[in-house]
Nanobody, 113 residues
Framework: QVQLVESGGGLVQPGGSLRLSCAAS????????MGWYRQAPGKQRELVAT?????WTNYADSVKGRFTISRGKNTVYLQMNSLKPEDTAVYYC?????????WGQGTQVIVSS
């Protein structure tokens, strides 16, 4: 079992930046994908970005050029720049490890003036 804990959400004005962090409860060495999804009120959960152990990255078109995903030994980060009101959502960290899915509890991001 792996627990994921997100942090870094909050309220930010349009055009601002936030950095989300997600820490796994143990070091994950290989054959995994970590990433971020988000769910806005009344909408389905959607992919934001993913990163593999080989540091291959994938981004939703809506965040390309504004968001950057990166990782450490047991952490994944999401640097969010040029935030827009439509980025408002609960952001969830996810890990796929050897066929098992793990999810964090979510962190709220609100982009509003």
């Amino acid at each position: 079992q792996v627990q994921l804990v997100e942090s870094g959400g909050g309220l930010v004005q349009p055009g601002g930046s936030l950095r989300l962090s997600c820490a796994a409860s143990r070091i994950i060495s290989s054959n995994y994908v970590m990433g971020w999804y988000r769910q806005a009120p009344g909408k389905q959960r959607e992919l934001v970005a993913t990163i593999t152990d080989a540091i291959w990255t994938n981004y939703a078109d809506s965040v390309k050029g504004r968001f950057t995903i990166s990782r450490g030994k047991n952490t994944v980060y999401l640097q969010m720049n040029s935030l827009k009101p439509e980025d408002t959502a609960v952001y969830y960290c996810t890990l796929v490890l050897r066929g098992d899915d793990y999810w964090g509890q979510g962190t709220q991001v609100i982009v509003s003036s």
